[in-house]
């Protein structure tokens, strides 16, 4: 069964809109991490942002922003007035003592971004 | 500090051959885990290696497998390849094994099966 879900497969936006990437999880384990992991075209994953079961405050860099809510387990990413530099997949992931803390990733959200 | 390398970075074989990746992880780093990129399959977990031993294994054959040396670079076999392993591999470096550490990757090695 698939841990993490995410259920947008493309989006497309203008640049400047401001895109909200969705990413649910499933896990049975208290302590659990999530992570979101940015693929540019290059192929390398980029950490983006870890975050512990234990702190649901939302967190923002820059334009980046994330919002994780236990009680739906969900941990969403959102980028505001976003840039043609931000098209790249998306990866959200979770990490739990289930599967020895390995990275279990979703499908993945292909963004892009045009001018 | 340099990150994470992979060798090679394209590789072409054909059905029944065997291939051997490589991957440097960051400097001072300890552990090194494998992933799988297909299309139909997206991303999914091989091994992890930490301080030489093997501590974690995804669901693949056995036919996939690793080492890691004492200056924590790490090696990943496919025997008898199969079509179906065309696939990106990605390799992930952390400080330690600590379970809340981020993993850094590599840029991956594209492996394309004839």
């Known amino acids: 069964a698939q841990k993490v879900t995410q259920a947008q497969t493309e989006i497309s936006v203008v640049e400047k809109e401001d895109v909200t990437l969705d990413c649910v999880y499933e896990t049975r384990d208290t302590t659990y991490y999530l992570f979101w992991y940015k693929q540019p075209p290059s192929g390398e994953l980029v950490f983006l942002i870890r975050r512990n079961s234990f702190d649901e405050q939302n967190e923002i860099s820059g334009r980046y922003s994330w919002n994780f809510q236990k009680s739906t387990s969900s941990f969403n990413f959102t980028i505001t007035a976003s840039q043609v530099v931000d098209s790249a997949v998306y990866f959200c992931?979770?990490?739990?003592?289930?599967?020895?803390?390995?990275?279990?990733f979703g499908k993945g959200t292909s963004l892009l971004v045009t001018p | 500090k340099a990150g994470v390398t992979q060798t090679p970075r394209y590789l072409i074989k054909t059905r029944g051959q065997q291939v051997t990746l490589s991957c440097s992880p960051i400097?001072?780093?300890?552990?090194v885990s494998w992933y799988q990129q297909t299309p139909g399959q997206g991303l999914q977990f091989l091994f992890e290696?930490?301080?030489?031993?093997?501590?974690n294994k995804g669901n693949f054959p056995g036919r996939f497998s690793g080492r890691q040396f004492s200056n924590s670079r790490s090696e990943m076999n496919v025997s008898t390849l199969e079509l179906g392993d065309s696939a990106l591999y990605l390799c992930?470096?952390?400080?330690?094994?600590?379970?809340?550490?981020?993993?850094?990757f590599g840029p991956g090695t594209r492996l394309t099966v004839l």
């Open positions: 400097s001072g780093h300890r552990s």
């Open positions: 992930a470096s952390r400080v330690s094994g600590v379970s809340y550490n981020e993993q850094f």
């Open positions: 992931a979770l990490s739990e003592a289930d599967s020895g803390y390995a990275l279990n």
């Open positions: 290696y930490f301080s030489e031993t093997q501590r």
